[in-house]
């Protein structure tokens, strides 16, 4: 008799598809969850641009997450996960379980399992990622890293596009069109479909090295053309953002870019994507500066209009509390004399100031809840001073910008240190892989791991930014070829 395929239950060979997958597909299946993200997140963005349907970005990460986890299970089932991938995979399984502590010990179990309205980064948020790391680290091959990639530039020029119809002065629908902490209006900051411009900037920054480097290395002219593109609409939309990352990352990745290629001996290939870069943050500077009169910006800080000078600033801190108090009610307002709240005022147009009042607070939970945290997405609540009503507490915030304390603020220490544990194991897997192999893919995607957490220092974790981390991450800590079956 012929040989069969392996059945479930009696079923037929093609409803097996699990039992009889092989590797290849097992990778490509991988490779279309990932990308599912990259397209359903921004489109689930775009009912909150026009409404408040808070819960809408959020239902994206979810689906494609229950996908990921599936397959994440299934890998592990069929034996297709490598072993090198058991230690990752028990670090991540420490984090949620310690997630769990924290989860338990936190002030609302429902927001800290599945996040507050808006945020959605409760416990779950915590599982979806580290199946996205595990999909990224079985994707077996170059070419499906490169596809990976190539879906990713494709969502940042999606986010650029979005970016620019909100920094023309045409009306179109754009949370940080005025900046209500700072009484600023018409300023019209773009936001993309990430939901704050710090998200967006992060987005842009992360595919900036590898937007670069392939630009320079690529033999395709039609993926040269399309990689310059990115290039220039990375570049000029994470500055217009006008906040530190857009500038400090969109420079920092370039520049890595730059001496990576010159140590390579680019020689002419290189030229333009100089050009490109230099004209792109040039462009983004003269506009940023020319933009208040270009949208007619005005303040109501004295209690009438009156139209401010053109000039560059950065406006972290009224984006911080007009992206938590008036885009998404989770934190209270800001006011200038915070003599009310026990932990002072502070200068929300000073960037020492804002980042200081931030982290100093933070601290402070901290100190207070060293093990458990104040609980997953709940860094608000240990803040409140005069009732539960988040909004009558004034200058309180729900997000600390410097990821690494935001964690131990939230889910403990304990957390911070498994995070830092697991990246660095990634971090030496890509630098081994990149010194046994020179090729620029591995190269950047290294080097775009590290960007991003240095600029975690300033920066804080987002459902429509974070998961690129995650999935580049994976990739990091796997970047060879898929181990031989014995």
């Known amino acids: 008799m012929p040989k069969t395929a392996k059945t479930i239950f009696g079923t037929t060979e093609k409803s097996n598809f699990i039992l009889n997958m092989t590797p290849e597909s097992y990778y490509d299946y991988n490779l279309k969850i990932l990308t599912g993200f990259l397209i359903l997140m921004p489109l689930f963005s775009i009912p909150l641009e026009f409404f408040k349907v808070y819960s809408v970005p959020g239902m994206a990460l979810s689906i494609i997450g229950v996908f990921a986890i599936v397959f994440v299970f299934i890998g592990f089932m069929k034996d297709e996960t490598p072993k090198k991938l058991y230690l990752p995979a028990y670090l991540l399984g420490a984090m949620l379980i310690w997630g769990l502590v924290s989860l338990y010990n936190s002030y609302f179990y429902s927001i800290s399992l599945f996040g507050s309205d808006g945020r959605s980064e409760g416990w779950l948020s915590l599982l979806f990622y580290g199946s996205f790391?595990?999909?990224?680290?079985?994707?077996?091959?170059?070419?499906?890293?490169?596809?990976?990639?190539?879906?990713?530039?494709?969502?940042?020029?999606?986010?650029?596009?979005?970016?620019l119809l909100q920094m023309l002065p045409i009306g179109f629908p754009d949370y940080y069109r005025n900046l209500e902490p700072l009484l600023l209006f018409d300023l019209c900051l773009p936001s993309g479909l990430a939901g704050s411009p710090v998200f967006l900037a992060l987005i842009l920054t992360l595919l900036m090295i590898p937007a670069f480097t392939e630009a320079v290395f690529t033999e395709d002219s039609k993926q040269k053309l399309i990689n310059l593109i990115c290039i220039f609409c990375f570049a000029m939309t994470a500055i217009r953002t006008q906040c530190l990352i857009g500038v400090i990352g969109t420079v920092l990745a370039i520049l890595i870019a730059l001496v990576y290629a010159l140590v390579k001996k680019a020689g002419k290939k290189l030229t333009p994507c100089i050009i490109t870069a230099v004209i792109a943050v040039l462009l983004a500077f003269v506009w940023s500066w020319f933009s208040p009169a270009l949208n007619q910006t005005y303040s109501r800080e004295t209690g009438e209009n009156v139209q401010i000078s053109n000039h560059f600033t950065f406006y972290d801190g009224g984006i911080i509390w007009e992206d938590s108090s008036y885009r998404l009610a989770v934190s209270g307002y800001y006011v200038?004399?915070?003599?009310?709240n026990p932990n002072g005022s502070f200068e929300i147009t000073s960037l020492s100031d804002s980042y200081g009042y931030l982290w100093k607070n933070t601290l402070a939970i901290i100190k207070k809840y060293p093990l458990a945290g104040s609980g997953p997405d709940s860094l608000v609540y240990p803040q409140l001073y005069q009732n539960r009503i988040i909004a009558s507490n004034p200058n309180v915030f729900d997000r600390c910008y410097n990821y690494y304390l935001h964690l131990a603020g939230t889910l403990g220490i304990p957390m911070l240190l498994l995070f830092l544990a697991l990246m660095i194991l990634t971090l030496i897997r890509g630098a081994k892989a990149c010194k046994q192999q020179d090729s620029w893919l591995y190269f950047s995607i290294f080097s775009s791991v590290i960007v991003y957490l240095l600029l975690m220092l300033i920066g804080i974790s987002g459902i429509t930014s974070a998961p690129l981390f995650w999935m580049l991450a994976g990739v990091c800590i796997s970047l060879s070829k898929p181990e031989n079956k014995s």
């Open 336 to 340: 200038r004399n915070g003599s009310a």
């Open 133 to 163: 790391f595990l999909l990224g680290a079985q994707l077996g091959t170059d070419d499906n890293r490169l596809k990976l990639l190539h879906g990713m530039y494709y969502m940042g020029l999606a986010e650029c596009f979005w970016s």
